[in-house]
Nanobody, 119 residues
Framework: VQLQAYGGGLVQPGGSLKLSCTAS????????IGWFRQAPGKGRELVSC????????YYPYSVKGRFTISRDNAKNTVYLQMNSLKPEDTAVYYC?????????????WGQGTQVTVSS
């Protein structure tokens, strides 16, 4: 059972990146998938979650309107589209899977992917 997050990189302020979270060993369809980030010296922050069976999505105020989470069941992948990126979005981004599907407790974690927003 493994989650893999990828797609990070260096982008200028105002730019876009699309992160991907792919599962191996299990099917993501009914899991809630959360995207988290952690900047140096700061705690881990949930930046988006899509509940099991795509019933609901969640975004904190800091990213609402700029980030969009989506799921492609055929590819067993969840995406995080990040637009209008700001320097304060710089962090290591992680994806995690919640078996109960309600974005509360995460059972599996992927390795992080670095996102750097800088000119």
């Amino acid at each position: 059972v493994q989650l893999q997050a990828y797609g990070g990189g260096l982008v200028q302020p105002g730019g876009s990146l699309k992160l991907s979270c792919t599962a191996s060993g299990f099917t993501l369809n009914y899991y809630a998938i959360g995207w988290f980030r952690q900047a140096p010296g700061k705690g881990r922050e949930l930046v988006s979650c899509i509940s099991g069976s795509d019933v609901a999505t969640y975004y904190p105020y800091s990213v609402k309107g700029r980030f969009t989470i989506s799921r492609d069941n055929a590819k067993n992948t969840v995406y995080l589209q990040m637009n209008s990126l700001k320097p304060e979005d710089t962090a290591v981004y992680y994806c995690a899977a919640d078996y109960w599907g309600d974005c509360r407790k995460y059972d599996y974690w992927g390795q992080g992917t670095q996102v750097t927003v800088s000119s």
